[in-house]
């Protein structure tokens, strides 16, 4: 039994400390803040409840799998991580170009032919995509999944290069199926071609939210890893990290092995390091919204919609060059009063798709209240979203970069697109110092599926090393 300590109760640092404990080892998890989650938060805001962070669940099947490995090993805990998942109708309805869809597409928009052939070649790949959340790409398991993926996307390796090759796909459609390679913080040229794949994925296995709103996830990890022996410790802020112990602003804590669920730039700080150098290119951050509601919006706005960029490779070079764009891609989320949320009043949430400029914005910000207006317009809505909110906070770049990435940047420093997902950098593990590994949104970027999968395959590998 080896003592380890999980640095950052975020969702990654959950996961691994449940799995790693169930497996023998003796866990504790430092979380300088009170509350556990990382960037999913819980907002009470006006008397009411909101999250912030991650809105919806996508492949249920990596939150099945992580439930299974933990009652595999030695005692049943797999119930402390019950959810009330809710599907919804729709993946989003999506705005671009004054054209309205949801994913999927429905049968009497003229876009439908189109998207029952581009579902039909990539729906099938759900278990292959599923597999690689969860296995370890230098494991030989992963290899039929691997071959599969690349008879169906050939030499075109990447997001862009294989849509643009689709030459029956309408053009709004191909850039509403690229805009997706936004939830890993970069644009379609810097993505492997799987991210293709995802939104017919995403609409043949269903986009879910938790009964309660999706910071129930963070509950249920919390409960798993306390069921598991994990002696979780919040409000105990770490100050630095090394071989045998880690340094607390209470006193320090012995260690044969370190976890870090914390973004790359803040664990080099605690390991020593110097701050590095601005990367070349980082991935986006974000402008969020959250806010309770006067009033419902219309019926007739979805629960989820997605409104594109009037140009969205503008929109990327933007983001990219760390410059803010002309306008964005925007998520708005609403909620009806005790539709998911025992609220009695609706909730809403806009994020704005943002460059990591380490800025901070207000609803009063000319680039802000340029978008809300944009977005307004497009749903329909004779005043902008904001005008309804009783009470709102808004969550900037500034915000973001609090937890450690450069200038807000949500996932740190964008990669070459054989560089993305489990091989991205920094690695799970490090050569110079075999006692520590990582897991979190930095190592895995993407969204709740990528951050468990990562530390799944980041715990099976240490597990491999050192047995419980």
């Known amino acids: 039994m080896s003592r380890v300590v999980v640095v950052g109760g975020g969702l990654g640092g959950l996961a691994a400390s449940a799995l790693l404990a169930q497996a023998g080892h003796r866990?504790?998890?430092?979380?300088?803040?009170?509350?556990?989650?990382?960037?999913?938060?819980?907002?009470?805001?006006?008397?009411?409840?909101?999250?912030?962070?991650?809105?919806?669940?996508?492949?249920?099947?990596?939150?099945?799998?992580?439930?299974?490995?933990?009652?595999?090993?030695?005692?049943?805990?797999?119930?402390?991580?019950?959810?009330?998942?809710?599907?919804?109708?729709?993946?989003?309805?999506?705005?671009?170009?004054?054209?309205?869809?949801?994913?999927?597409?429905?049968?009497?928009?003229?876009?439908?032919?189109?998207?029952?052939?581009?579902?039909?070649?990539?729906?099938?790949?759900?278990?292959?995509?599923?597999?690689?959340?969860?296995?370890?790409?230098?494991?030989?398991?992963?290899?039929?999944?691997?071959?599969?993926?690349?008879?169906?996307?050939?030499?075109?390796?990447?997001?862009?290069?294989?849509?643009?090759?689709?030459?029956?796909?309408?053009?709004?459609?191909?850039?509403?199926?690229?805009?997706?390679?936004?939830?890993?913080?970069?644009?379609?040229?810097?993505?492997?071609?799987?991210?293709?794949?995802?939104?017919?994925?995403?609409?043949?296995?269903?986009?879910?939210?938790?009964?309660?709103?999706?910071?129930?996830?963070?509950?249920?990890?919390?409960?798993?890893?306390?069921?598991?022996?994990?002696?979780?410790?919040?409000?105990?802020?770490?100050?630095?990290?090394?071989?045998?112990?880690?340094?607390?602003?209470?006193?320090?804590?012995?260690?044969?092995?370190?976890?870090?669920?914390?973004?790359?730039?803040?664990?080099?700080?605690?390991?020593?390091?110097?701050?590095?150098?601005?990367?070349?290119?980082l991935s986006c951050s974000a402008i969020a919204i959250h806010g309770v509601l006067h009033r419902d919006l219309p019926a007739e706005v979805a629960s989820h919609s997605v409104v594109l960029p009037r140009r969205p490779a503008a929109l990327h070079r933007s983001l990219a060059a760390g410059d803010e764009p002309a306008d964005t891609m925007a998520f708005v989320t609403t909620y009806r009063a005790g539709e998911v949320y025992p609220n009695g009043r609706s909730t809403l949430a806009v994020l704005l798709t943002g460059p990591a400029n380490d800025e901070a914005y207000t609803l009063e910000h000319p680039f802000v209240r340029r978008e809300v207006e944009r977005i307004s317009s497009a749903l329909g809505l004779a005043a902008p979203l904001t005008d309804g909110l009783a009470e709102s906070v808004v969550l900037d770049p500034q915000y973001y970069g609090a937890f450690g990435e450069p200038h807000g940047a949500l996932y740190g420093a964008a990669r070459p697109p054989w560089m993305s997902g489990p091989f991205h950098r920094p690695a799970y593990s490090d050569r110079r110092r075999p006692w520590l590994w990582r897991v979190g949104a930095s190592v895995h970027p993407g969204g709740i599926p990528a951050v468990l999968g990562g530390a799944m395959i980041a715990t099976t590998r240490l597990l491999a090393k050192h047995p419980g």
């Open 27 to 281: 866990v504790v998890l430092l979380e300088s803040a009170a509350v556990l989650g990382g960037k999913s938060r819980r907002l009470q805001l006006d008397g009411e409840r909101i999250d912030s962070g991650p809105s919806l669940v996508t492949f249920p099947a990596v939150w099945d799998e992580l439930l299974r490995r933990l009652d595999a090993g030695g005692r049943p805990i797999a119930d402390a991580g019950a959810l009330d998942l809710i599907r919804l109708p729709e993946v989003s309805r999506y705005y671009y170009e004054g054209e309205q869809v949801s994913l999927p597409v429905p049968e009497d928009h003229p876009w439908y032919p189109a998207w029952r052939r581009f579902s039909d070649e990539h729906a099938p790949l759900a278990d292959d995509v599923t597999a690689l959340l969860l296995a370890d790409p230098l494991s030989r398991s992963a290899l039929p999944a691997v071959r599969r993926l690349l008879r169906t996307y050939g030499s075109r390796l990447t997001t862009r290069a294989y849509l643009d090759s689709l030459d029956w796909l309408p053009d709004g459609l191909r850039e509403i199926l690229a805009i997706h390679t936004l939830n890993a913080g970069v644009a379609p040229e810097r993505t492997p071609a799987l991210y293709a794949s995802m939104p017919a994925i995403m609409a043949a296995t269903g986009a879910w939210v938790p009964r309660g709103g999706v910071y129930e996830i963070v509950l249920a990890l919390q409960r798993l890893a306390e069921a598991a022996g994990v002696e979780v410790r919040t409000g105990e802020e770490v100050t630095g990290v090394e071989r045998g112990r880690v340094r607390t602003t209470t006193g320090e804590h012995t260690a044969d092995l370190v976890v870090s669920a914390l973004d790359a730039d803040r664990l080099d700080g605690l390991l020593g390091r110097a701050a590095p150098r601005r990367p070349r290119t």
